[in-house]
Structure formats: structure tokens, C-alpha cells
């Protein structure tokens, strides 16, 4: 992004390390970009490093890639607001957090008992926040949103009963970046 860009970098921003410092959330995307499913990998690990209570990891994503199966699942449960610019998103990603332990594994892979959840939405901030910060090294932007009816798409999309559905974040190439002003 040039300097005289209108979003970043902001004054006072200079100190910072890229890429928080051109770090932006727009709403126009360029429908015609495509994610990689190497680039999906590579942003979910960048979640997966985050710091975490206990290691225990307690964020979950549904992988919604543009004209997918769960992003047709998705879209209708946008809010008006959101209907209109987060379908054009290249990849949608709905985070959610583990609310209580999962009743088919009590213990966790590991054969410990589940760490406390009591810090678990602070823990999907974190993943969140690394998983953005990946996209925009890589190139792209992220758009983290709210506006979706969490109870309908965790229910369209399987999203078991322990996984609390928070947030989306629609992540893509900013249209005014792909050669369109």
C-alpha cells in the first residue's frame, strides 16, 4: 500500500511493526480473487500459534471459501448490512469459542482434563487477532464483523452444541488494491 493511501498508514502509526501498521478492514473486496487452499492452511496456523490458557487451543473456525458449500450456508444469515459487502469476500471465516467441554471427548485428545474455559473468548481474540495479522503479511485484508444470526448459522453449518459461534471475519484483496480504483 502507498503512503498516500487513505487508510494507512495513519499518523502516528510509523512505530509500529508491519503488519500491524498498513492494517486495515475494508468492505469493498474484489469478487474475482480467490484464496488458496495452501493460503486457508497457512492463515489457520497462524490462529493455531496464538497464545492460549493451558495450551488448550479453544477457538474454532468454519472455513467458508466464496461459492463453497458453507458460504451459501452462510450468506442468508447475514444482517442487512453485512449482506451487501461480505459475500464478496474471497474467504469468510466464522470464529467460534468452546463454551463447554465436548461430550464425545472429555478429556481432550491428550487424555487431560479440558483447561478452564474461563478465558476462552480472550483466547479467540488472540487467535484472531494473529490470523488477521497473517492475512495482511500475506497480502490480504480482513474485515472482522458481527452482523450474522449466530444461533441459525451455527445450526445450518453443524457447529456442535459446545462451540459458541462470536464473529466473522471476511478476508480477500481490497478492490481499490487489485488494479480497479
Known amino acids: 500500500m502507498s503512503p498516500d493511501e487513505p487508510h494507512a498508514p495513519r499518523p502516528g502509526a510509523e512505530a509500529l511493526a508491519e503488519p500491524l501498521r498498513s492494517r486495515w478492514s475494508p468492505s469493498v ?3 474475482a ?15 493455531q500459534w496464538a497464545p492460549s490458557a493451558g495450551n488448550s487451543q479453544p477457538w474454532r473456525y468454519v472455513v467458508a471459501p466464496r461459492g463453497g458449500p458453507a458460504h451459501d450456508l452462510l450468506v442468508p444469515t447475514l444482517s442487512r448490512g453485512n449482506s451487501g459487502w461480505v ?3 474471497s474467504l ?4 467460534g469459542v468452546q463454551v463447554a467441554a465436548d461430550p464425545d471427548d472429555p478429556h481432550g485428545a491428550d487424555g487431560r482434563a479440558p483447561a478452564s474455559l474461563d478465558h476462552a473468548r480472550h483466547d479467540l481474540g488472540q487467535a484472531s487477532a494473529h ?17 450474522f444470526d449466530r444461533e441459525t448459522a451455527a ?3 453443524g457447529v456442535p452444541s459446545y462451540v459458541e459461534l462470536m464473529t466473522g471475519i471476511a478476508i480477500g484483496i481490497a478492490l481499490a488494491e487489485s488494479g480497479d480504483r
Open 131 to 147: 490470523l488477521t495479522l497473517q492475512a495482511r503479511a500475506m497480502g490480504l485484508h480482513a474485515h472482522q464483523f458481527a452482523g
Open 87 to 89: 459475500p464478496r469476500a
Open 29 to 31: 473486496f474484489d469478487p
Open 33 to 47: 480473487h480467490e484464496v488458496t487452499r495452501e493460503e486457508i492452511e497457512v492463515l489457520l496456523r497462524a490462529a
Open 155 to 157: 445450526a445450518a453449518l
Open 92 to 95: 469468510v471465516l466464522l470464529a
